[in-house]
């Protein structure tokens, strides 16, 4: 056996003693039989203390030692009962460990540990998540939510389906939920608030794995997750940070049999029949601002690491950022048109390289004619006049251009990814901008909500030239 497995044992070991809270004569005799068994010595368990419990698991499960998962197995079933009960929180462990260790199991999982700093709900919630929308499952989901939420509360668990809140919120006067909103964040603007609002609304499962858990939090480990319940079952320091521990068990339309079969797992390890069951639940007027609920507002309230859509006002001459409620500062008309002509090229951007070839700069001149044409009727639709547009093709008039948008960009540190939203040049030198164009919408004369890029003015102009 490898030091790195002892240590892996001696953090698992750590986690289970510590999750009562309570330490005890029969766990320091058991622990003192383990550390003999495993060859356990202080060096080991100074380490340990820098390993999360999920790596822990994960450099056992890896192992390839012969009977070393089912040995730890009963290892850990013998020091929970130590004391002669077994907790909540210790069963909480056992049953990731029996998910993750036991050769033969009802369902799938795997265990993550995050630092509690990104996300941190309740211990015992249950959440649904996925990377995107399965019919399937949610329909099974809706079918039986009451049986799934039931069965999980018996158990002392809170089972918690986004698309649930989301519809309580709706059902909420819009009025009452801004005000709330305004209250929870008070230097919000109006229009921040509204777009707050919107999104809310509109959030869905997927939405809420990928912009907030993924690219919010930084939880990568969940982007391309499957249809899974992410269970928190507890925290632990990994040095000085705390973490919080999860077991993700993968699901399907059977969803409601997976819940039965979990509950009924996770009751005959407990001693008691005796559990702490929360009974509140949100009603009309009324929310929660506690657990998960604070959590998703929170998120959402706080500016930073936000994959913010785009909007080109060229009538109020803006670029506005909504999503973190921030608009494009320092910038000339010069500077709008230019970002607004790079959003409209895409992927392909702008090549400003001369070649050297007599042939090859004839096509270029063409090419950079169209560009001039392009970047002067956009700049007309930002108020400017078509024949006093500055001339791209001048390196002297170009870069001032460049560097005052790049600067003002530079300056929104609250996007996810900022440098998405900056001009970026690739290595053969073609100037762009790497946001997706689905985030792009520009404001038109005669319509009340703005349009996606593709289907704007700015753009049908554009696509003429």
Not at 423 to 443: H, M, Q, R, W
Request: charged share 25%; with cysteine.
């Amino acid at each position: 056996m490898l030091k790195g497995h002892k240590v892996a044992i001696a953090r698992i070991f750590a986690d289970l003693i510590k999750a009562d809270r309570i330490v005890d004569t029969g766990e320091m005799e058991c622990w003192r039989n383990i550390c003999n068994k495993y060859a356990i010595d202080k060096d080991v368990r100074i380490e340990a203390r820098e390993v999360s419990f999920a790596d822990a698991l994960n450099v056992i499960c890896n192992s390839g030692i012969r009977g070393l998962k089912e040995d730890l197995l009963g290892d850990c079933r013998s020091m929970t009962v130590s004391d002669g009960f077994c907790a909540h929180s210790e069963a909480l462990l056992m049953i990731a460990l029996s998910t993750m260790l036991e050769s033969e199991q009802p369902f799938r999982g795997e265990v993550i540990s995050i630092p509690i700093g990104s996300f941190n709900i309740d211990i015992a919630t249950a959440l649904y998540i996925e990377n995107e929308y399965d019919p399937e499952t949610n329909e099974a989901i809706k079918a039986h939510y009451r049986s799934i939420f039931k069965e999980f509360q018996l158990v002392g668990f809170h089972f918690v389906y986004i698309p649930k809140i989301i519809d309580h919120y709706r059902n909420t006067d819009s009025v009452l939920f801004k005000d709330i909103l305004s209250f929870l964040a008070p230097s919000m603007s109006e229009t921040g608030l509204d777009n707050t609002y919107k999104s809310l609304m509109k959030m869905t499962t997927g939405v809420f794995c990928k912009d907030l858990l993924c690219n919010k939090c930084g939880i990568t480990e969940l982007r391309n997750t499957m249809p899974s319940l992410l269970i928190k079952i507890g925290n632990s320091f990994v040095g000085e940070a705390q973490y919080a521990n999860y077991l993700k068990i993968d699901v399907d339309e059977d969803i409601a049999t997976t819940v039965q079969t979990f509950v009924d797992c996770f009751s005959e390890m407990l001693n008691s029949d005796v559990f702490v069951v929360n009974t509140s639940e949100e009603r009309d007027n009324q929310f929660h601002f506690h657990g998960f609920y604070k959590q998703l507002l929170d998120i959402f309230l706080v500016r930073r690491n936000i994959r913010s859509s785009i909007l080109l006002n060229p009538y109020k001459e803006e670029i506005i950022f909504p999503n973190i409620d921030s608009k494009a500062m320092g910038l000339h008309r010069r500077e709008r048109a230019l970002y607004a002509l790079l959003l409209c090229q895409g992927s392909d951007g702008i090549n400003f390289s001369a070649p050297k070839s007599a042939d090859a700069l004839e096509r270029y001149n063409r090419r950079m004619k169209r560009i001039q044409q392009r970047y002067s009727a956009i700049y007309e639709m930002f108020g400017g006049e078509k024949k006093t547009a500055p001339d791209l093709s001048i390196p002297e008039i170009r870069r001032p251009i460049f560097s005052c948008l790049k600067r003002s960009l530079k300056n929104l540190q609250a996007l996810y990814n900022p440098e998405d939203y900056n001009i970026t040049k690739s290595g053969d030198g073609a100037f762009s901008v790497n946001v997706e164009p689905e985030l792009v919408y520009v404001c038109q004369l005669n319509s009340d909500e703005p349009v996606p890029l593709h289907e704007s003015e700015m753009y049908r102009k554009w696509s003429k030239i």
